[in-house]
């Protein structure tokens, strides 16, 4: 670093992921958020003027959804129960 400082070059190190929670400025710029239920997420890079930003909350489970789109897809309760037993889905 300092070689490629007394050269001119803008250099600088590069905080590891477990840093950056405790990073001042990334909590002060609002880039680290707490989540809901614990815990704490980089927040969305997306700012819509006139919008406040929803809440973070963490991703769901994998499959946590997959009934409820499924009925609103208009599968019925026997097909899932179907896809269920054939193991297509969880």
């Not at 250099?11 to 809901?36: F, K, T, W, Y």
């Given at each position: 670093?300092h070689?490629l ?14 840093e ?5 400025q ?14 704490y ?5 997306l ?8 809440a973070?909350?963490?991703a769901p489970k994998?499959g946590?959804?997959?009934t ?10 026997e ?11 969880g």
């Amino acid at each position: 670093m300092h070689l490629l400082g007394s050269k001119g070059f803008v250099v600088a190190l590069v905080a590891q992921p477990s840093e950056a929670l405790h990073d001042r400025q990334m909590r002060d710029n609002g880039v680290i958020v707490p989540l809901q239920g614990g815990g704490y997420t980089v927040s969305s890079p997306l700012w819509i003027a006139g919008v406040e930003k929803a809440a973070a909350t963490p991703a769901p489970k994998v499959g946590e959804h997959g009934t409820a789109i499924l009925r609103e897809r208009g599968i019925t309760e026997e097909q899932i129960a179907e896809l269920r037993t054939k193991g297509v889905i969880g």
